[in-house]
């Protein structure tokens, strides 16, 4: 009885909420929800796919530009782009795969973006700024479609 710790009932309980719950438990629910969701990305088969594609992207860059099809001013607007198409690439083979589905949603928008702000730069952006719009309209309208699924 000697080394039995007393209850401790009082209302200043810095772990204790008013309704009685452990805050303790709340976080760690969420360091074990943070945990399953790194071992889940890190089980992904295809998450090397970004990496590989962007140093594929970075070569080519280089190579047109030493070739000349690229002035030595405008390789950012390329990679603007690639790094779109590589966003939209890797967010749709991670939705083909259902295991790794919940993945894909948050590859699509950046890629867009970066689509559109590359091409906007190539091909003169103040001629064609309303297409922005109709672009993220779409966006919006695949993100239902997409969510409902």
Known sequence: MANEKPENNDSNNNNSNPQGQDYRDWREQKREWQQQRR?????????????????????????????????????????LIGLGVIFIING?????????????YGQFIPGVVLLFVGIAFIFNFNEWWPFVLIGVGVVILFSLIFRRE
Request: glycine share 10%; hydrophobic share 50%; aromatic share 22%.
């Open 39 to 79: 071992e889940e990305r890190h089980r992904d088969p295809l998450r090397g796919l970004f990496w590989g594609l962007m140093l594929i992207l970075i070569g080519i860059i280089f190579f047109a530009n030493q070739q000349g099809w690229i002035s030595g001013d405008r390789w950012w607007q390329f990679l």
């Open 92 to 104: 749709l083979v991670h939705y083909w795969n259902p295991a790794y589905r919940h993945f894909s």
